[in-house]
């Protein structure tokens, strides 16, 4: 079994930034590719951006240039560095990693909440 346990969430004015991270523990062999999503409200789950644990990265269009993946692999910890942030930034993220040896092949975090006020 794997958790994955995010934090960072939280309220900022357009134009602010805010970084989540999220540490996965529990059983496993290795963590692969981890991710960030999110969900806004009304809307579809939709895909951040993700890692690689060789550090290959890929982005939603709708960040590209504003937010910036990241991960420490001993820690088994991404980040996301999310600059001027915009009110339709706001959602509910959610962490995702892939993981190897463990009881399943991919995993979610419980979603922490960034809300962009204008």
């Known amino acids: 079994q794997v958790q994955l346990v995010e934090s960072g969430g939280g309220l900022v004015q357009a134009g602010g930034s805010l970084t989540l991270s999220c540490v996965a523990s529990?059983?496993?062999?290795?963590?692969?590719?981890m991710g960030w999503y999110r969900q806004a409200p009304g809307k579809q789950r939709e895909l951040v951006a993700s890692?690689?644990?060789?550090?290959?990265?890929n982005y939603a269009d709708s960040v590209k240039g504003r937010f910036t993946i990241s991960r420490d692999n001993p820690k088994n910890t991404v980040y996301l560095q999310m600059n001027s942030l915009k009110p339709e930034d706001t959602a509910v993220y959610y962490c995702?990693?892939?993981?190897?040896?463990?009881?399943?092949?991919?995993?979610w975090g419980k979603g922490t909440l960034v809300t962009v006020s204008s």
């Open positions: 890692i690689t644990r060789g550090g290959n990265t």
């Open positions: 995702n990693a892939d993981a190897l040896g463990a009881l399943a092949n991919n995993y």
């Open positions: 529990g059983s496993f062999f290795r963590i692969t590719t």
